[in-house]
C-alpha cells in the first residue's frame, strides 16, 4: 500500500471559521509533509514531522496549527484564513531513514477555498 | 528562493515520440534528485529517483540522466501516450535535509 489519504477532498470555508484538514498513510513512514500549492506553482514546504514531532516549520502563519496525533496521522488545524490562503494543500510522507529511501508519496490534496 | 528550475515551461509532444524535459540545480551538494508527475486535479505522483553517485537510472519507459558537471538533470519518457500530460516537477534534496526544492514545472501535452 502506497497510498496518502486526505480528508476532505474540497473545503469552502469562511474566514471567522475553523476547519482543519486530515491526512492518513499506512506505509509505515516516519516523517510526514504539509505543502501548500497554488495553481501552476510547485508545492511550498510548510511543516514537516519526524517520529511524530514537528523538525521543521517553514515561517507559517500561525493561523495554520498542524498536529501529528499518531504516527500514521497528520492534521491541520485552520483558523481564521485569509483568501489567499485559498490553495491546494498537500499532505506527503516519507522513510525517515535517507539510506533506504527517500521518495516522498503525496496525496490527492485538498482543495481549500476560503471567501 | 529555488535551487532547481526548468528550462522549459510548457512541451508539446507527438504520441509515439520520445519526451525529453530538461531541468537545471545550483546546489553543488545536493545528493539526491526526484522527478513528480502531477496531473490535473491529483497530487504530484513519484516517478523516478537518481542519488548523486550515478548518472543514468531507468525505470518503465522513463530515463533519468544526472550531469554534476553542469548540474542539469533530464527525464526521459520513451513512446509518449496521452496519460503522459501532466506537469512534470523536478525537485532535489540536499545532505541532512528533508526539504525537496521543487523546480517550476514543465507542462507536457502530448498531441494524438
Sequence with gaps: DTEVTQTPKHLVMGMTNKKSLKCEQHMGHRAMYWYKQKAKKPPELMFVYSYEKLSINESVPSRFSPECPNSSLLNLHLHALQPEDSALYLCASSQEDRITGYEQYFGPGTRLTVT | ?112
Design chain 2, 1 to 112: 528562493g529555488e535551487s532547481v528550475g526548468l528550462h522549459l515551461p510548457t512541451l508539446s509532444v507527438q504520441e509515439g515520440d520520445n519526451s525529453i524535459i530538461n531541468c537545471a540545480y545550483s546546489n553543488s551538494a545536493s545528493d539526491y534528485f526526484i522527478w513528480y508527475k502531477q496531473e490535473s486535479g491529483k497530487g504530484p505522483q513519484f516517478i523516478i529517483d537518481i542519488r548523486s553517485n550515478m548518472d543514468k537510472r531507468q525505470g518503465q519507459r522513463v530515463t533519468v540522466l544526472l550531469n554534476k558537471t553542469v548540474k542539469h538533470l533530464s527525464l526521459q519518457i520513451a513512446a509518449t501516450q496521452p496519460g503522459d500530460s501532466a506537469v512534470y516537477f523536478c525537485a532535489d534534496l540536499g545532505p541532512n535535509d528533508y526539504k525537496l526544492s521543487f523546480g517550476a514545472g514543465t507542462t507536457v501535452t502530448v498531441r494524438a
